[in-house]
């Protein structure tokens, strides 16, 4: 008997899946909202991407091509476990390439190359609430949504100015969704921030332990929170890739031995790889 | 005996369900843009769309309000027999399914609270083909704008509103509540 004989197709049973596709269809009509859900246990660990392979499971059709990334990266443990898992459970195709994909599944960042209309992106989300860390209570969190009270967010940002001269914040910046709700975009980092705004690709977001789905909708308005006098900056690293000589790609900095040797390569692997098949 | 509640449904739902989903998600999350939705082959007077829709969302957790023509023993029984939904009044449902002119008052239907405005219905809307377009359409899933016929306006307070798929035959077509609707 094979994995597709032993499980339903990609693995959820149909009433979780109908479940998720109905938060899906209400996170899709009110962006940036997070809907609750009834999150099942998944044969792998919280943290390890439960809340994407429950979205990405309830989204995947037979003949979907399926990418999966951890970091950037398509050949690190979590991403290659997901991958695996969707070709056992789904017997999907998959791919490296970000363009050959109808959905990447993610965590921590958005594909260099541009998305396109069709394709879905679905983000591996740990914390969704963006004032979880400044009001811990979900019932004051909520009724701040509800009245769209998001001040606290604004004096943290200011905070930042105060003690750093700059915000600090550099990765799960948070953002406002057609003027309404505030929403954290998973820990992308900053520089991914201008992908999320007026996307031709549809981005779906999973937190599996704390059971929140949310979305944003092709073409949607997404604004990085800033100030008028300390505009928000999308940074990374001031350096070339090292392998592929790339300026403009989001960028890891990689240890490379005891004596302070280091180097800079893009974090996005299929990006540099398809650059350094063009350097040939 | 009966066998008409029994044939129509799904011949393979993992499979089909997922297809008929991934048209339900490009609708709503391209108001304004019509999109094939097949699989089903309910009783008369319901649409295919409308049956694939049912299938794909709808099961005893999701109580369903039928209106006007639709409210007859055939759909009923179709729906419990593939489904399990329980069938209710407009003010309890997640899902209603009929014509434009049904379903009126429209202030019927759960449109959310502030606190939890996915609680709100989804309105399935029978068209029996499409007019033409009437209204501009702006917003979320919308690159710049796009009309479309709509049927009427819809209560909403966003976040608070109705949630709208027009079917017509086996296609389908989403209006969210994020939707801004000018009528031409």
């Known amino acids: ?280 | 005996m009966n066998m008409q509640p029994i044939s129509g449904g799904f011949s393979n739902a993992p499979l089909q369900s997922a297809t008929a989903f991934r048209a339900v998600l490009q609708a709503m999350s391209r108001p304004g843009l019509w999109q094939a939705i097949d699989g089903a082959a309910p009783p008369a007077p319901l649409s295919q769309a409308s049956g694939a829709l049912i299938l794909t969302l709808a099961d005893p957790n999701t109580p369903v309000h039928l209106a006007g023509t639709l409210d007859c023993d055939a759909v009923r029984g179709w729906i419990t027999f593939h489904t399990g939904a329980p069938l209710v009044a407009a003010q309890d449902a997640d899902f209603a399914v009929g014509a434009w002119d049904d379903l009126q008052p429209l202030d019927r239907f759960a449109i959310g609270t502030p606190e939890y405005p996915d609680r709100a219905a989804t309105l399935i809307i029978e068209l029996d083909g499409v007019p033409a377009a009437n209204a501009r359409l702006t917003g979320p899933g919308i690159d710049g704008e796009i009309t479309a016929f709509c049927p009427g306006d819809r209560p909403t307070a966003f976040p608070l509103g109705l949630d709208l798929i027009l079917t017509d035959g086996a296609r389908i077509m989403g209006l969210p509540r994020s939707t801004g609707l000018e009528f031409l």
């Open chain 1, 1 to 280: 008997m094979t994995a597709m004989d032993a499980y339903n197709f990609a693995y959820l049973d149909e009433e979780t899946k109908r479940m998720i596709r109905r938060a899906l269809l209400k996170a899709v009509a009110i962006p940036g909202y997070q809907v609750p859900f009834a999150s099942r246990e998944m044969p792998m660990p919280y943290g390890w991407g439960t809340g994407g392979v429950q979205v990405t499971a309830a989204c995947l059709m037979a003949d979907d091509v399926l990418k999966v990334i951890d970091q950037g990266a398509d050949d690190t443990t979590n991403a290659v476990s997901i991958r695996r898992f969707f070709q056992r459970t789904a017997d999907v195709a998959v791919t490296e390439e970000t363009e050959a994909a109808t959905i990447i599944q993610t965590r921590h960042r958005i594909p260099e190359a541009a998305l396109r209309e069709g394709q879905i992106m679905v983000f591996q989300v740990p914390i969704p609430e963006p004032l979880r860390f400044l009001e811990p209570r979900e019932t004051e969190t909520r009724r701040m949504h509800a009245l769209a009270d998001y001040g606290l967010m604004q004096v943290k940002l200011y905070e930042d100015i105060a003690r750093h001269g700059e915000i600090a914040t550099a990765y799960a910046y948070p953002v406002r969704v057609e003027g309404r709700y505030v929403m954290d975009p998973s820990p992308i980092p900053k520089f991914d921030n201008p992908k999320l705004n007026d996307s031709p690709a549809l981005m779906l977001f999973g937190a599996g332990r704390e059971q929140r789905i949310y979305a944003l909708p092709p073409y949607t308005q997404v604004e990085s929170l800033d100030f008028d006098d300390h505009p928000f900056v999308a940074s990374k690293a001031d350096h070339a890739c090292d392998i592929c000589g790339a300026t403009e790609s989001y960028l890891d900095e990689v240890i490379t031995d005891d004596q302070g040797g280091r180097m800079f390569v893009c974090s996005d692997t299929a990006f540099c790889r398809s650059r350094q098949g063009d350097a040939a």
